[in-house]
């Protein structure tokens, strides 16, 4: 029997009319709360130690430099490892901070997507039944061949679109995690980082994914 995987990135999202690119995250103000320090009311008790606030997030500050350099493009996995390659010989004295800094990113790009992504908004899109996001979606599951969906992206989307065509969602799994798989796991946040490398790892072990 013919089998399909499927494998989608960010083009998938973006298709939908979500603003789910990494510049869209460093320009808005969830990414500003970190650039200022200024603890946000929405962060929650439990959070707020993982957190770093009050001071400079220097990781945060790179990438938002990066974002300037490039015309307003940025891969934030890309400065991550910039970041941790060129500072890895350091003194680790001064990098202190990093873990916070890290998991202060990681989690307000989660804060991000869950407040800024509106399914409601997306499904009442006159265009959204017309993008090719839904209509390979519909067409695969249409045909009734068996299919797997490899999803790399945050965002709940797809699991949307396959409610709306009455897909499977078992047939779902999110690489990096999800914004709705973090909201059912405490003390968790979405997967952001870099593959290993040794030098990264011995001196950033909290940047690997």
């Known amino acids: 029997m013919k089998k399909i995987v ?3 990135g960010n083009g998938f999202d973006l298709d939908l009319g979500l ?10 103000g969830y990414f500003g709360n970190i650039i200022s320090g200024k603890k946000p009311k929405w962060l929650e008790k439990k959070d707020e130690e993982r957190c770093v ?4 997030n220097k990781l945060a500050s790179f990438i938002k430099s990066q974002a300037n350099e490039n015309n307003n493009w940025v891969d934030i996995e890309k400065c991550i490892k910039k970041y941790c390659l060129s500072n890895s010989q350091g003194d680790a004295a001064n990098f202190t901070d990093f873990d916070k800094e890290l998991f202060t ?9 869950q407040h800024t992504i509106d399914n409601k908004k997306m499904r009442d899109n006159c265009n959204y039944k017309k993008t090719v996001a839904y209509t390979l979606l519909e067409r695969v599951i249409e045909s009734g061949v068996e299919y797997k969906i490899w999803n790399f992206n945050y965002t709940y ?4 679109v396959l409610d709306d065509i009455k897909g499977n969602p078992l047939n779902l799994t999110h690489i990096h995690s999800s914004v709705d ?3 059912e796991k ?8 870099v593959d290993y490398e040794k030098g990264i ?3 950033f072990p909290s940047a690997v994914k």
């Open 105 to 113: 990113i990681r989690h307000f790009l989660y804060k991000y997507l």
């Open 19 to 28: 603003k789910t690119r990494y510049i869209d995250f460093v320009n808005s």
């Open 157 to 160: 989307s797809c699991r949307c």
């Open 186 to 193: 405490y003390n968790t946040t979405i997967v952001l980082g």
């Open 181 to 183: 798989e973090c909201q």
């Open 201 to 203: 790892y011995n001196a």
């Open 6 to 8: 499927l494998i989608l």
């Open 53 to 56: 606030f009050g001071v400079k």
